[in-house]
């Protein structure tokens, strides 16, 4: 049996082949960074609400300044630190001169209130300083405007943590949400008090209420106590009216 023997590669071969990898790298981040493919036509989507035009025009500049080879998103993001409202960017490039940016936005979901100041917050409690806040918001009771970017106050983390839990085609319905005499609770707009309880399995305790407030049974209760989600009760019913016997006497 005759072993094939391995020919080795000529010196220039491999030299040729190595010159033309780097000069393949070297036109490719010539090309990369060149006017041939930069920035012209900018397509910003996604960027809705009162800051909307100065988060598209920022985008816009930033964008400019690159090419659509080398799309530095981790700048695009810095143009974004002034709106707290941005919690997030998709980019796609399109050759030669084209770029679209998603804008992802973060909802407000309540308005932080101490006196007469109201303060949007989103879900994962970044103050959305900037932008009024919502009327059809929860309202969630603080005793200070907080300073920094974010919600640090432990007891309005929690009711934070309520409404964000909540469906949010029940949430609309939520006036405000609290420590009560059972915990947290919270007060629907034209409807009865959802009492929790504790922060433990918010979503279950959400769809709970639901369930109970679809219950024509359950029309006029004053409050749905959920702190047990699988007992889930409706109470402060009104007194339904007494039945008179009819008499037997002639």
């Keep these: 049996m005759r072993v094939p023997r391995l020919v080795a590669a000529h010196p220039r071969v491999v030299g040729a082949a190595v010159l033309s990898v780097i000069l393949l790298v070297g036109a490719y981040l010539w090309v990369r960074d060149s006017t041939l493919v930069r920035v012209e036509k900018v397509t910003v989507v996604g960027a809705d609400g009162p800051q909307?035009?100065?988060?598209?025009?920022?985008?816009?500049?930033?964008?400019?300044?690159?090419?659509t080879l080398h799309v530095r998103q981790d700048a695009l993001m810095a143009a974004m630190q002034p709106y707290p409202t941005v919690a997030g960017l998709r980019v796609s490039s399109h050759l030669l001169h084209g770029l679209t940016v998603t804008v992802l936005q973060r909802p407000a979901v309540a308005a932080l209130t101490a006196g007469d100041q109201r303060l949007a917050v989103a879900a994962d409690g970044t103050l959305l300083r900037g932008i009024p806040a919502p009327d059809d918001v929860p309202s969630l009771k603080i005793s200070a405007p907080p300073a920094g970017p974010r919600l640090t106050d432990a007891r309005a983390a929690r009711a934070l943590a309520i409404v964000a839990a909540a469906p949010a085609a029940m949430r609309v319905h939520v006036a405000r949400v609290f420590l009560g005499g059972e915990g947290l609770e919270a007060d629907l707009r034209d409807g009865p008090a959802i009492i929790l309880g504790d922060g433990g399995r918010l979503r279950a305790k959400w769809i709970a209420a639901a369930r109970v407030l679809n219950d024509p049974g359950a029309k006029g209760a004053t409050y749905v106590d959920v702190r047990l989600p699988e007992r889930a009760a409706a109470g402060g019913l009104p007194a339904m009216p007494t039945q008179v016997q009819p008499s037997?006497?002639?």
């Design 52 to 67: 909307g035009a100065q988060i598209r025009d920022a985008l816009v500049q930033s964008a400019r300044e690159m090419t």
């Design 248 to 250: 037997t006497t002639g």
